[in-house]
Nanobody, 120 residues
Framework: QVQLVESGGGLVQPGGSLRLSCAAS????????MGWYRQAPGKQRDFVAS???????TYADSVKGRFTISRDNANSLLYLQMNSLKPEDTAVYYC??????????????WGQGTQVTVSS
């Protein structure tokens, strides 16, 4: 099981920016699809963005043009740059690792989450 540790959350005013980071403990990171999800109080966990091992990103419509996902394979790090933040972005943000299907000894992993609060 890969250990994932998120950091970078906090309190920010509407219109502000935050950068989340996720550190992975294993080199399988380099071959894996990585993603960010978020869960607001009383709601289900929703997809935010993902990035394939080749660097190609996918975004939820709600964050397109405001959030940017990126990765540093050499250091097993995942990032989420969040700009123009809105109160509705308030949630606990989780990173997720999905290993390639051929890597049968590895399973999907989640981090513990980091709180993002957007409020004036």
């Amino acid at each position: 099981q890969v250990q994932l540790v998120e950091s970078g959350g906090g309190l920010v005013q509407p219109g502000g920016s935050l950068r989340l980071s996720c550190a992975a403990s294993e080199l399988i990171f380099q071959l894996s699809t990585m993603g960010w999800y978020r869960q607001a109080p009383g709601k289900q966990r929703d997809f935010v963005a993902s990035i394939a091992n080749d660097g190609s990103p996918t975004y939820a419509d709600s964050v397109k043009g405001r959030f940017t996902i990126s990765r540093d394979n050499a250091n097993s790090l995942l990032y989420l740059q969040m700009n123009s933040l809105k109160p509705e972005d308030t949630a606990v943000y989780y990173c997720k690792l999905d290993p390639p299907k051929y890597a049968i000894q590895w399973t999907s992993s989640w981090g513990q989450g980091t709180q993002v609060t957007v409020s004036s």
